[in-house]
């Protein structure tokens, strides 16, 4: 796999508000938050644009609305902004998709020459999943570590019930096996992206 000095990374709602089992449920993959950091880092340690997005519900109730604690970026995240040499943006949405935020998030990976980038993030098969394909569908190359992702347990309709890891593993096969992105795992991005 060959990573463009110019590929971005998309951190997409890493926020307290995750946090919260009591209003999510049952989440998966611990891991999720080491591997988003590692990809922080290895972008920010080889200069490559970094796009942090927040989501501001607008849902009464959600923990992720405006002027809750939730609404924050997680610590580990929010430690690391600021702190690459390459260009970096914060997005703000009120829906799945990173591409209908504001500023313009299409327009900012055009601005910095990213024809690649990279999903991480929260929820896997929801807004990470969301701007994956929309990011295929824009003719963009896109990636997605499955392992610096996480979601949660859902149920949908008929009393129909899948697990979280059941969800990132639909969420994987579509993109992957539709053409929308190639998933990885953070272990080989960060090698990737060392090559230089």
């Excluded at 009591?22 to 490559?48: C, H, K, V, Y």
């Excluded at 824009?138 to 392992?147: I, N, Q, S």
């Excluded at 859902?154 to 899948?162: A, D, T």
């Amino acid at each position: 796999m060959e990573i463009s000095q110019s590929a971005a990374l998309v951190v997409v709602d890493v926020q307290k508000g995750f946090d919260e089992e009591s209003f999510w449920g049952r989440r998966n993959n611990p891991a999720a938050e080491e591997n988003i950091t590692a990809l922080i880092d290895a972008w920010q340690a080889t200069g490559r644009p970094v796009a942090f997005v927040r989501h501001d519900s607008p849902k009464p109730g959600s923990p992720l609305r405006p002027g809750q604690a939730g609404n924050d970026f997680k610590d580990a995240v929010e430690q690391r902004r600021g702190k690459g040499g390459g260009p970096e943006v914060l997005v703000t949405k009120t829906v799945n998709s990173a591409f209908y935020g504001t500023p313009d998030l299409r327009e900012w990976l055009d601005a910095v020459g990213a024809r690649q980038f990279v999903v991480v993030g929260i929820q896997t098969n929801m807004c990470a999943e969301t701007t994956a394909r929309m990011g295929g569908n824009l003719g963009y190359e896109v990636y997605f570590p499955l392992d610096a992702t996480h979601t949660f347990d859902l149920v949908g309709p008929f009393g129909w019930r899948q697990t979280a890891e059941e969800l990132a593993r639909a969420t994987a096969v579509s993109l992957h096996g539709g053409g929308f992105a190639r998933v990885v795992t953070t272990r080989e991005l960060v090698a990737a992206a060392a090559v230089r």
